[in-house]
């Protein structure tokens, strides 16, 4: 791709994520109107250990969210006025044996849940079971487009299993006439950036969407290459996650990043105190204030944080079609070419 061409494409995205942002700070306040949100950890242990993920290097305790704890947060969630509820922050929610116990839960509240995992541990009973549970989503995590290059993301994954679970989820769905969405994803990073075309044409025939996301540092907690298209932070700007979700941890303890793995930003724990409390108790209310100053010294995880400057993957996937195209085109030629050449030298 030509410099002057990738420059005007960066230039782009980046005055519209700037126009998104300033739409947004406008809209900020410290004292915030409950989110629409809730996340639940319902487990912080995994069975992989992806390049890009800090849960290999978690510290703190493993452990399973109390069916308690699901039913008291969700209750009080619904009396706020959350919508949504996403079962899964740090872990892979299907190691949770009462996943479909809190499932139902959230359901019977009245709330819309959503899945993401990894899917390794679908069997058929559970596909079943998740189709008929009232599930409006489950989201595959995968970033590989080829076994090689998903092996060496998602250590100790198998991609021949992963297609094999994409693959009877979608039977299972289309069989019982569920509407729950299938959705398969990609973090990407410079590892995978090259084959996002070869992704979307690998799972879209088994899907019903195909996600792309920028791979972030975790609040400076990692290390693995992020893409080259990704797009550094110009400013500081405040996070929206101070404001558009609550996220609960398996204990009960209430943080405010969905990234924090080491429960650095804890502000509440919802075995002492009611969420609606909680959501805009002191702790809460200086970060964001501080978020809106342009103040993240001494906040964990926000102050190294690159979030906020996460620009959209389906530009680069828009950017690389278009490369591709343009090859394939000049290829054409080159061979038409080089035919009628040869023809004429007869």
């Not at 398996?250 to 943080?255: H, L, R």
Request: glycine letters at 6%.
């Amino acid at each position: 791709m030509k410099e002057g061409r990738r420059e005007r494409e960066e230039t782009r995205i980046a005055e519209r994520l700037s126009f998104r942002w300033r739409a947004l700070d406008e809209s900020l306040l410290i004292e915030a109107v409950p989110p629409k949100l809730l996340m639940l950890e319902l487990t912080n242990a995994c069975n992989l250990k992806c390049v890009m993920c800090r849960n290999p290097a978690m510290v703190r305790r493993k452990g399973m969210m109390a069916p308690e704890i699901i039913e008291k947060t969700v209750s009080q969630a619904a009396e706020m006025g959350i919508e949504d509820v996403a079962l899964f922050t740090t872990g892979e929610s299907l190691l949770h044996k009462g996943l479909l116990d809190a499932i139902r839960t959230v359901r019977n509240a009245g709330l819309s849940c959503y899945l993401t995992s990894n899917g390794l541990l679908l069997n058929p009973p559970l596909a079943e079971a998740l189709c008929l549970s009232g599930l409006a989503s489950f989201k595959f995590s995968i970033d590989g487009a080829t076994r090689e290059e998903y092996e060496a993301i998602r250590v100790n994954g198998s991609f021949e299993k992963l297609i094999e679970n994409v693959r009877l989820l979608r039977t299972v769905r289309d069989r019982t006439g569920s509407k729950m969405r299938i959705i398969c994803a990609a973090v990407v990073m410079r590892r995978n950036e090259a084959h996002l075309a070869d992704f979307r044409d690998l799972f879209e025939p088994m899907c019903d969407e195909i996600l792309f996301s920028f791979l972030g540092n975790l609040g400076g907690r990692i290390e693995e290459e992020k893409s080259s298209f990704f797009q550094k932070k110009a400013a500081i700007r405040p996070c929206r996650l101070l404001w558009d979700r609550i996220v609960v941890n398996y204990d009960g303890t209430v943080t405010a990043c969905c990234i924090d793995f080491d429960a650095e930003l804890v502000y509440g724990d919802i075995r002492k105190d009611p969420l609606v409390r909680i959501w805009n108790n002191a702790v809460i209310r200086e970060w964001r204030r501080r978020h809106l100053a342009g103040n993240l010294q001494g906040i964990p995880l926000c102050d190294g944080c690159d979030h906020p400057a996460l620009a959209d993957p389906e530009e680069l996937l828009r950017l690389q079609e278009a490369s591709r195209k343009g090859r394939e085109e000049t290829e054409r030629k080159e061979i038409t070419g080089g035919a009628a050449g040869i023809t004429e030298g007869k």
